[in-house]
């Protein structure tokens, strides 16, 4: 029985690294229609090589993005056309953020960091869903990529370099 109860215990300390391992959201569900703060957790750098840029991409149904400075990083907005008008508390905007790039910075390897914007999440986007912010980490050395969108019938754990996943539910 100790024996047994060991290796469980084993089994989810390794899940437990594999999970920390990708680049996650510090809050996983959102209710749509409303406002949201993404907080992007770096857990580690490539192979061992320190993180100097981070690329989130914004997808369609997420507008009104506001990007938190981070001491010894600079913030880069890439701005282009939505894929449609959206209501934002009665005014139409039709673009804004696409991609949210800090940069300039060196996080170890061995430490971990947040990068967090606030967004609004529009009502095109549906509850029971979930939506995905496609992130890439340069480091001094190589890059990870995690671009990994689901397919139907799939979910992030399938994938080795899945991108960070929001679970939408309804606004209560």
């Known amino acids: ?25 510090e809050v996983g569900e959102a209710s749509v229609p409303g406002a949201y703060k993404a907080v992007f957790r770096v857990g580690h750098g490539c192979a061992g090589s320190p993180t100097t840029k981070v690329r ?45 790039v800090w940069q300039g910075g060196n996080l170890p390897d061995s430490y971990y960091d947040e990068f967090v914007l606030r967004a609004y999440l529009t009502s095109d986007l549906k509850p ?12 001094e050395q190589g890059s990870e990529r995690w671009i990994e969108i689901p397919a139907a019938g799939k979910d992030a754990d399938d994938y080795e370099t899945p991108a960070p996943g929001l679970k939408l539910v309804p606004k209560p």
Do not use: R
């Open 128 to 139: 029971g869903t979930t939506l995905y912010f496609p992130v890439i980490q340069e480091c």
């Open 56 to 100: 989130v991409q914004i997808p369609d149904g997420v507008i009104a993005v506001k990007p938190m400075p981070h001491a010894g990083w600079t913030i880069e907005t890439v701005k282009g056309p939505y894929g449609k008008a959206y209501d934002y508390y009665g005014e139409k905007v039709d673009s804004g953020v696409k991609e949210v």
């Open 1 to 25: 029985m100790l024996k047994s109860f060991t290796l469980a215990c084993g089994l989810l300390a390794m899940g437990t690294v594999a999970a920390s391992a990708h680049i996650t959201l």
